[in-house]
C-alpha cells in the first residue's frame, strides 16, 4: 500500500497493527523520537484545518522528521490555476510523503495517482475522511477495549460528514456493531454509505430523528452541520440547532457510554457535558497525534 485515500485501503489486520504501534508510541515516546530524522512531510490543505494538520505536523515533528507545506489554496499555485496532479508532481520532488486535504471529492486520488511519494487523504470534501477514522478507531478501542458488538449512534450532519462515512464504513468491518443514525430528514446518511456498506454487508441500521434510543448506545458519535457545504444558508440556519446534546439528555444514557465529536463543535455538544466523565472528545484529539505517527512510519516503510 502506498497511499492511504480510504479507510478500505487498510486491512483489519493493518488497522490492528497501527493501533498496537500507536499503543506502543503512547508508552515509550522516546523510542520513536528519531525515526523519521531528515524525513519531510508537506502538509497541502485546501480547506481550513485545526487538528487534522496541526496533528500531522505535531506527529512528523515527535518523530524527529520536518515539515512544509501550505494552509490555504490561496497561497499555493491552484490560485494560478495549477492542476491537483501538477503540485502532487512537484511536492514529490521536495517531501517524502504528503497529508492533503482538498474540497474537492477525489483531490487527494487524484494527488496519488501523479504523486511519486505516499499521499494521504486528510478529508476530500464531504467523502472521506480515512485519519479521523484511525483517531476513532483508537479512541473507542481504548475506551471500550474491543471494536465490535458495540451499538453506536451517530448524530447531526450524516449526509455531509465525512467522519460519519469513514467510520461507518470501518466499523461496518466488525462483528456484531449495529448504528443508529439520528439526523433531520435532509441530512441522513448517503444512498451508496446505506446500499453499498449497511445492506451490502447486513448490518442493523435504523434512521430516527429522536433520541429515544440513547439508553442503548455504548457510543454517540455527534457531529456539527457542515455549513460550508450548503446550498443556501437559510437551510443551514434551520438544521443547525435541531440536535444539542445536554447533561438532562444524557440523563438516561448508560454510565459507561463513550461521547464522541470530531471537532470543530460549534454548539452541537452543550459545554457542560464537557466535564462528565463519559466525554471522550478530547482525548480524541490526542490520540490522533499518536495514530498518525503510526500511520508515518507505516507508508514511509519505518518500523
Ligand atoms: C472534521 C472534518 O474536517 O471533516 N474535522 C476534523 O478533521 N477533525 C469534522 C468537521 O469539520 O466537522
Known amino acids: 500500500m502506498k497511499d492511504l485515500i480510504s479507510i478500505t485501503d487498510l486491512s483489519i489486520e493493518e488497522l490492528q497493527e497501527l493501533i498496537i504501534k500507536a499503543e506502543d508510541i503512547i508508552e515509550n515516546p522516546d523510542k520513536y523520537c528519531d525515526k523519521c530524522k531528515r524525513k519531510k512531510l508537506a502538509t497541502l490543505f485546501f480547506e481550513p484545518s485545526t487538528r487534522t494538520r496541526l496533528s500531522f505536523e505535531a506527529a512528523m515533528l515527535e518523530l524527529g522528521g520536518n515539515v512544509i507545506g501550505f494552509s490555504e489554496a490561496s497561497s499555493s499555485s491552484a490560485s494560478k490555476g495549477e492542476s491537483v496532479a501538477d503540485t502532487a508532481q512537484t511536492i514529490s520532488c521536495y517531501a517524502d510523503i504528503i497529508a492533503m486535504r482538498h474540497p474537492k471529492e477525489g483531490a487527494p486520488l487524484v494527488a496519488a495517482k501523479a504523486a511519486s511519494i505516499p499521499v494521504i487523504n486528510a478529508g476530500d470534501g464531504g467523502h472521506n475522511h480515512p485519519t479521523q477514522t484511525l483517531t476513532d478507531l483508537l479512541t473507542i478501542f481504548r475506551e471500550k477495549g474491543r471494536l465490535n458488538n458495540l451499538k453506536i449512534g451517530f448524530c447531526g450532519d450524516l449526509k455531509f460528514g465525512r467522519t460519519v462515512h469513514s467510520l461507518i464504513t470501518a466499523m461496518s468491518r466488525y462483528e456484531g456493531n449495529s448504528f443508529v443514525l439520528i439526523s433531520p430528514e435532509e441530512l441522513r446518511i448517503p444512498g451508496y454509505i446505506k446500499k453499498d456498506v449497511l445492506e451490502r454487508n447486513g448490518l442493523p441500521y435504523k434512521e430516527t430523528d429522536n433520541w429515544n434510543d440513547m439508553p442503548e ?76 505517527m503510526a500511520l508515518i512510519l507505516k507508508l514511509l516503510g519505518i518500523d
Open 217 to 292: 448506545l455504548d457510543i454517540l458519535y455527534m457531529t456539527r452541520v457542515q455549513r460550508e457545504r450548503f446550498f443556501n444558508e437559510a437551510d443551514y440556519l434551520r438544521l443547525r440547532d435541531v440536535f444539542i446534546l445536554t447533561m438532562d439528555k444524557l440523563a438516561i444514557a448508560k454510565q459507561d457510554l463513550c461521547i464522541m465529536h470530531p471537532l470543530p463543535r460549534v454548539n452541537e455538544i452543550e459545554r457542560a457535558v464537557d466535564d462528565d466523565k463519559r466525554a471522550c472528545y478530547f482525548k480524541q484529539v490526542l490520540n490522533g497525534k499518536y495514530i498518525r
